[in-house]
């Protein structure tokens, strides 16, 4: 007799029994998951699209959405592994399936059928969480091209899937381009630079079986070296390596790896994809399901912004020039003498430098600070969990309200080969009461951060600049942990506009800037000290150091990435797209680099990670935040108490956090301020007033 095995005993990415089963998923059972889970999801689709089948939101949802979302739990799994435990073999494995996977998806979208059985759904039946669902669905479809016909409806479909292979491989290339360079040097060459980095460089080099030093692009390394190496011919090697990353100015040896062309295409189909819809460009189509409401709105926002910043900016450069010169004997900076001079500058004028910092800030005590803060300001308790992972320096949590299960999370907080730089918050699964069981499933997050590891057997030591990029991230895990929507589509971050999602994510930020938060935070790495109450008032002195200069920066990056979708036609090569970015330089910038940079070819939030004519949300929702955080401030100061002040946060938690996105961000936001948000706070937390 044979005795059929059940799938997910023999695959793991089959299994959704429970949490994800990092540590037995390997590359050769992806493409038979993803093969028989496609199988899966295309049958939903044709059962729910069948003549007879009602246009029913439940009775969808527990076929087509049951489907699809296990889809989207098994392909989770293996985006994030390829994020962030790259090997040869996954990443083959990975691209092999990704064409299909996108495929189904856009067919979806698309699909005319499954648009009308939404079109005729009565809007009477539906809860108001599936009343704003159905809503974003019937926009989806649009926008996903199921108004196409014929030869434009195939385009549409062959620009989804080619557009998610540049975008794939862009990232890949910056990747690839950043693990492939090394510097070897000797250790008086890293003169200045702080003694944990020479620590850490010297047992890079070590494990190679070499005894001098190995720099790397990577944030840990990088970023001490250009601030407080005393070696100007060493920071111009690293600075030229690091910007011309993936660019046709690489060595000619890293030429593979030249992002110029991918970037050309991928602008021509986003061009070509806005034209089938019906719109002027790319720009367009990013907004529609924004807050924004026009691109000529945003780019205003931005020059406005630009105009208020730029005379702190000057002021800021006038400031380092005149140090560089009379304290540092360069009478001519250059594009790589600029952090050392702000660091340097820094010291002098807040007797204060980020490496005096640095050992308070151990990453244990700085995430049992932050537990604690979520804990008393969102009425919560967070615990240590159990599940697979994949790698050992991997931590998982769970979060309870009341001894109830309100959300998991995964922390992998260091930097490594195989991993993709940066910093970020994604979805393992969302809180969805399922149609198929009507068990409420509790939502679980990754949180990734790429600090420097530990040495020496002692624990890791972040910047303060770590700390809040931890908070940043965690606040974006709170929004999707804490909702308490149960429709999935409209659930945490799903649904909520991109211009307002980075705003609980800004708002966790400010808490760095507290003392009453900062003094639980921190201990002495060697002597358990918390920091010195003196040093933190230098820090918080300093805290709009450069925020002028930081400011233009920021809405550089933004009205490139704005304009840049609004050209029509895009750029047709990558001379345009540098001409274009020279050009919003000269509107805004107060500072030019070197001809052979190339900032672009690694700026993956545009070309490969979903802010393609969004990039401005930063700016526009730090006006949100801002706004947000100021409420906690008038309260403790009617109080006299500190920021941290519940009744206040739990108007937030329910008003922000909790309604996720079920509702329009501007609703939620009025909610809990009373009003719109004004860039007063913000203007003001940055010293520009």
């Given at each position: 007799?044979?005795?059929?095995?059940?799938?997910?005993?023999?695959?793991?990415?089959?299994?959704?029994?429970?949490?994800?089963?990092?540590?037995?998923?390997?590359?050769?059972?992806?493409?038979?998951?993803?093969?028989?889970?496609?199988?899966?999801?295309?049958?939903?689709?044709?059962?729910?699209?069948?003549?007879?089948?009602?246009?029913?939101?439940?009775?969808?949802?527990?076929?087509?959405?049951?489907?699809?979302?296990?889809?989207?739990?098994?392909w989770?799994?293996?985006?994030?592994?390829?994020?962030?435990?790259?090997?040869?073999?996954?990443?083959?494995?990975y691209?092999?399936?990704?064409?299909?996977?996108?495929?189904?998806?856009?067919?979806?979208?698309?699909?005319?059928?499954?648009?009308?059985?939404?079109?005729?759904?009565?809007?009477?039946?539906?809860?108001?969480?599936?009343?704003?669902?159905?809503?974003?669905?019937?926009?989806?479809?649009?926008?996903?091209?199921?108004?196409?016909?014929?030869?434009?409806?195939?385009?549409?479909?062959?620009?989804?899937?080619?557009?998610?292979?540049?975008?794939?491989?862009?990232?890949?290339?910056?990747?690839?381009?950043?693990?492939?360079?090394?510097?070897?040097?000797?250790?008086?060459?890293?003169?200045?630079?702080?003694?944990?980095?020479?620590?850490?460089?010297?047992?890079?080099?070590?494990?190679?079986?070499?005894?001098?030093?190995?720099?790397?692009?990577?944030?840990?390394?990088?970023?001490?070296?250009?601030?407080?190496?005393?070696?100007?011919?060493?920071?111009?090697?690293?600075?030229?390596?690091?910007?011309?990353?993936?660019?046709?100015?690489?060595?000619?040896?890293?030429?593979?790896?030249?992002?110029?062309?991918?970037?050309?295409?991928?602008?021509?189909?986003?061009?070509?994809?806005?034209?089938?819809?019906?719109?002027?460009?790319?720009?367009?189509?990013?907004?529609?399901?924004?807050?924004?409401?026009?691109p000529?709105?945003?780019?205003?926002?931005?020059?406005?912004?630009?105009?208020?910043?730029?005379?702190?900016?000057?002021q800021?450069?006038?400031?380092?020039?005149?140090?560089?010169?009379?304290?540092?004997?360069?009478?001519?900076?250059?594009?790589?003498?600029?952090?050392?001079?702000?660091?340097?500058?820094?010291?002098?004028?807040?007797?204060?430098?980020?490496?005096?910092?640095?050992?308070?800030?151990?990453?244990?005590?700085?995430?049992?600070?932050?537990?604690?803060?979520?804990?008393?300001?969102?009425?919560?308790?967070?615990?240590?969990?159990?599940?697979?992972?994949?790698?050992?320096?991997?931590?998982f949590?769970?979060?309870?309200?009341g001894?109830?299960?309100?959300?998991?999370?995964?922390?992998?907080?260091?930097?490594?080969?195989?991993?993709?730089?940066g910093?970020?918050?994604?979805?393992?699964?969302?809180?969805?009461?399922?149609?198929?069981?009507?068990?409420?499933?509790?939502?679980?997050?990754?949180?990734?951060?790429?600090?420097?590891e530990?040495?020496?057997?002692?624990?890791?030591?972040?910047?303060?600049?770590?700390?809040?990029?931890?908070?940043?991230?965690?606040?974006?895990?709170?929004?999707?942990?804490?909702?308490?929507?149960?429709?999935?589509?409209?659930?945490?971050?799903?649904?909520?506009?991109?211009?307002?999602?980075?705003?609980?994510?800004?708002?966790?930020?400010n808490?760095?800037?507290?003392?009453?938060v900062?003094?639980?935070?921190?201990?002495?790495?060697?002597?358990?000290?918390?920091?010195?109450?003196?040093?933190?008032?230098?820090?918080?002195?300093?805290?709009?150091?450069?925020?002028?200069?930081?400011?233009?920066?920021?809405?550089?990056?933004a009205?490139?990435?704005?304009?840049?979708?609004?050209?029509t036609?895009?750029?047709?090569?990558?001379?345009?797209?540098?001409?274009?970015?020279?050009?919003?330089r000269?509107?805004?910038?107060?500072?030019?680099?070197?001809?052979?940079?190339?900032?672009?070819?690694?700026?993956?939030?545009?070309?490969?990670?979903?802010?393609?004519?969004?990039?401005?949300?930063?700016?526009?929702?730090?006006?949100?935040?801002?706004?947000?955080?100021?409420?906690?401030?008038?309260?403790a100061?009617?109080?006299?108490?500190?920021?941290?002040?519940?009744?206040?946060?739990?108007?937030?938690?329910?008003?922000?956090?909790?309604?996720?996105?079920?509702?329009?961000?501007?609703?939620?936001?009025?909610?809990?301020?009373?009003?719109?948000?004004?860039?007063?706070?913000?203007?003001?937390?940055?010293?520009?007033?």
């Amino acid at each position: 007799m044979n005795v059929r095995q059940d799938p997910a005993q023999l695959n793991p990415l089959l299994d959704f029994s429970g949490l994800p089963r990092f540590d037995a998923i390997t590359p050769d059972t992806v493409g038979p998951a993803v093969d028989e889970l496609l199988n899966q999801a295309s049958a939903a689709l044709e059962a729910v699209t069948a003549a007879g089948f009602p246009a029913d939101w439940a009775a969808m949802a527990g076929t087509l959405d049951v489907a699809t979302e296990r889809l989207s739990r098994a392909w989770g799994a293996v985006s994030h592994l390829n994020s962030v435990a790259d090997t040869p073999a996954l990443r083959a494995a990975y691209n092999a399936a990704l064409p299909k996977v996108t495929e189904f998806w856009t067919r979806l979208g698309a699909d005319e059928r499954l648009y009308a059985k939404y079109k005729s759904m009565d809007p009477a039946s539906l809860t108001a969480e599936q009343a704003q669902a159905h809503h974003n669905a019937l926009r989806g479809f649009v926008l996903g091209g199921a108004e196409l016909q014929g030869a434009a409806k195939d385009r549409f479909a062959a620009i989804q899937e080619r557009a998610a292979e540049l975008a794939q491989k862009f990232s890949e290339n910056a990747l690839d381009a950043t693990d492939a360079f090394a510097l070897y040097v000797d250790t008086d060459e890293l003169a200045g630079v702080p003694e944990d980095v020479v620590q850490a460089t010297a047992a890079a080099a070590r494990a190679e079986g070499r005894t001098d030093h190995k720099l790397s692009l990577k944030m840990p390394v990088y970023l001490p070296v250009m601030q407080f190496a005393r070696s100007g011919a060493l920071r111009e090697k690293l600075y030229r390596a690091y910007v011309t990353r993936a660019s046709d100015q690489a060595p000619a040896e890293l030429a593979r790896f030249d992002n110029t062309a991918l970037m050309v295409e991928l602008l021509a189909l986003r061009h070509e994809e806005a034209r089938l819809l019906g719109h002027r460009h790319f720009a367009d189509v990013s907004l529609v399901p924004k807050m924004a409401e026009s691109p000529e709105q945003v780019s205003a926002f931005l020059r406005d912004l630009a105009t208020k910043a730029r005379p702190f900016a000057e002021q800021d450069l006038a400031d380092l020039r005149a140090f560089a010169a009379d304290h540092l004997g360069i009478a001519d900076p250059q594009a790589w003498d600029w952090p050392y001079i702000g660091e340097k500058l820094k010291e002098a004028r807040y007797a204060f430098s980020e490496q005096e910092v640095k050992p308070y800030f151990t990453a244990p005590k700085v995430l049992a600070g932050l537990f604690q803060i979520v804990e008393t300001l969102f009425e919560v308790a967070i615990r240590r969990d159990s599940a697979p992972v994949w790698h050992p320096g991997v931590e998982f949590y769970r979060i309870e309200r009341g001894g109830q299960l309100v959300g998991q999370f995964y922390l992998d907080p260091g930097a490594r080969t195989g991993k993709r730089g940066g910093a970020w918050m994604d979805d393992v699964r969302a809180r969805w009461l399922r149609p198929d069981s009507r068990a409420l499933q509790t939502p679980v997050a990754h949180l990734v951060c790429n600090f420097a590891e530990g040495v020496g057997g002692k624990p890791a030591l972040l910047t303060h600049d770590d700390a809040i990029t931890l908070f940043h991230e965690f606040g974006h895990g709170l929004h999707h942990m804490l909702t308490q929507v149960n429709e999935r589509d409209v659930s945490g971050i799903s649904g909520v506009e991109w211009d307002a999602v980075e705003l609980p994510s800004q708002f966790m930020e400010n808490f760095c800037w507290e003392w009453d938060v900062l003094k639980h935070m921190t201990a002495h790495v060697d002597s358990g000290q918390p920091l010195p109450r003196a040093l933190f008032d230098k820090m918080l002195a300093a805290k709009n150091f450069q925020s002028g200069l930081q400011t233009l920066r920021q809405v550089e990056f933004a009205l490139f990435d704005m304009l840049l979708h609004s050209e029509t036609p895009p750029p047709a090569d990558g001379a345009a797209i540098l001409t274009l970015l020279n050009r919003v330089r000269d509107d805004v910038a107060v500072l030019q680099p070197p001809a052979y940079s190339r900032t672009p070819h690694t700026f993956s939030h545009i070309f490969a990670g979903g802010y393609a004519a969004g990039y401005y949300s930063y700016k526009w929702a730090e006006v949100l935040s801002a706004d947000a955080y100021a409420a906690f401030e008038e309260a403790a100061a009617q109080q006299g108490r500190s920021t941290l002040d519940v009744a206040t946060g739990r108007r937030y938690r329910q008003s922000i956090l909790e309604a996720g996105g079920s509702r329009p961000a501007m609703e939620s936001f009025k909610a809990f301020r009373g009003r719109e948000p004004s860039i007063d706070a913000l203007l003001r937390h940055q010293g520009m007033v």
